[in-house]
């Protein structure tokens, strides 16, 4: 079973606020679990956010980007 981060601890993972997470689960852009009345982040729920939101770098080739005159 995965360990149930607070949104304080997501926004501490993730270096953002705690209005950033709260604005994900109320959009219900990530897997959230509801304890009563608070709210958890599974571990596992926060990772696939991050790889789903990774951005990769671009490579350029040598010689690929020509200058249009």
């Known amino acids: 079973m995965d360990r149930l981060l607070s949104v304080q601890e997501v926004a501490v993972v993730l270096g953002t606020g705690v209005r950033f997470p709260r604005r994900l689960i109320e959009e219900r852009r990530i897997t959230f679990v509801k304890v009563g009345r608070h ?31």
């Open 39 to 69: 709210v958890r982040i599974p571990e596992s729920a926060l990772s696939a956010y991050v790889a789903e939101h990774t951005v990769q770098p671009v490579t350029v080739q040598h010689g690929v980007l020509r200058r249009v005159s």
